[in-house]
């Protein structure tokens, strides 16, 4: 799995979970931190954020990396996404980017989509526009995928791909779901081998269902669910729903090597 690219500045676990907390609080006015850290943030609120900071003379790093964004776009080589073209099977699949960050498609016709400068909130809208020269009126569902470490009291551990929009619940579903010895209490987000989240702000994200993107994830992240100490079984119970819910299935998800 390609490395997760370091930031300049890296905040510290009770950092994030204070930036997680005022992000997410009602009427809380979205800092321009947060919004560089969003998977899906949009062209138009990266560009609110560094003026934002450019005005106030925030942290010089931070600017750099949100017109960075603006000017090289999300992807890099090694990426994956998922497409959903209908009535075009051969278009529908998981694709990586190319070292040149483009998006080679399997179809004479296509050919290759260059990725560069383009946001994962603008891939949806630019692979749709970029088939319309090709396709006759083509319906399109295009998502980033996530690569993702899941550990520990999951059905299947491993590497994942996982939609920027989907919800943390659905990462777990991604590994089978959490086994009948998981402590959701224990649950933490990891990166670069520290815990950046975890405890109750966690639990209640996923109980929320927050996405992903909403809760600050990065390529590489890994999600570790522990193993709860016998007589724990009632402290599971509020995160029984996680497991039901593998009935109704999870799209867009697909095992990473």
């Given at each position: 799995?390609?490395p997760?690219?370091?930031?300049?500045?890296?905040?510290?676990?009770?950092?994030?979970?204070?930036?997680?907390?005022?992000?997410?609080?009602?009427?809380?006015?979205?800092?321009?931190?947060?919004?560089?850290?969003?998977?899906?943030?949009?062209?138009?609120?990266?560009?609110?954020?560094?003026?934002?900071?450019?005005?106030?003379?925030?942290?010089?790093?931070?600017?750099?990396?949100?017109?960075a964004?603006?000017?090289?776009?999300?992807?890099?080589?090694?990426?994956?996404?998922?497409?959903?073209?209908r009535?075009?099977?051969?278009?529908?699949?998981?694709?990586?980017?190319?070292?040149?960050?483009?998006?080679?498609?399997p179809?004479?016709?296509?050919g290759?989509?260059?990725?560069?400068?383009?946001?994962?909130?603008?891939?949806?809208?630019?692979?749709?526009?970029?088939?319309?020269?090709?396709?006759?009126?083509?319906?399109?569902?295009?998502?980033?995928?996530?690569?993702?470490?899941?550990?520990?009291?999951?059905?299947?551990?491993?590497?994942?791909?996982?939609?920027?929009?989907?919800?943390?619940?659905?990462?777990l579903?991604?590994?089978?779901?959490?086994?009948?010895?998981?402590?959701?209490?224990?649950?933490?987000?990891?990166?670069?081998?520290?815990?950046?989240?975890?405890?109750?702000?966690?639990?209640?994200?996923?109980?929320?269902?927050?996405?992903?993107?909403?809760?600050?994830?990065?390529?590489?992240?890994?999600?570790?669910?522990?193993?709860?100490?016998?007589?724990?079984?009632?402290?599971?119970?509020?995160?029984?729903?996680?497991?039901?819910?593998?009935?109704?299935?999870?799209?867009?998800?697909?095992?990473?090597?």
């Amino acid at each position: 799995m390609r490395p997760t690219p370091t930031s300049p500045r890296r905040p510290s676990a009770g950092a994030l979970v204070a930036l997680l907390l005022c992000a997410g609080s009602a009427g809380a006015q979205e800092l321009p931190d947060s919004v560089a850290a969003r998977l899906l943030a949009t062209r138009a609120d990266l560009e609110a954020a560094a003026q934002r900071l450019e005005r106030d003379g925030g942290p010089g790093a931070l600017l750099a990396r949100v017109r960075a964004r603006l000017a090289d776009g999300d992807f890099a080589p090694g990426d994956r996404v998922l497409l959903e073209v209908r009535d075009e099977p051969a278009l529908s699949d998981t694709f990586e980017v190319g070292p040149a960050r483009e998006l080679t498609l399997p179809s004479p016709t296509v050919g290759t989509l260059s990725l560069r400068g383009v946001l994962r909130s603008e891939f949806e809208p630019r692979v749709t526009e970029y088939l319309g020269q090709f396709l006759q009126r083509p319906v399109v569902r295009a998502r980033p995928l996530l690569r993702l470490s899941i550990q520990g009291e999951v059905v299947r551990a491993g590497f994942y791909g996982v939609p920027a929009d989907a919800v943390l619940a659905d990462a777990l579903m991604a590994a089978g779901g959490t086994t009948k010895d998981a402590d959701m209490r224990k649950m933490r987000i990891e990166r670069d081998g520290e815990a950046v989240w975890k405890g109750r702000p966690l639990q209640d994200a996923v109980a929320s269902g927050r996405t992903l993107d909403q809760a600050f994830l990065r390529d590489g992240d890994q999600i570790v669910i522990a193993k709860r100490k016998s007589g724990g079984f009632e402290g599971n119970l509020r995160f029984l729903w996680i497991v039901v819910s593998l009935a109704g299935g999870v799209y867009g998800l697909s095992r990473a090597f």
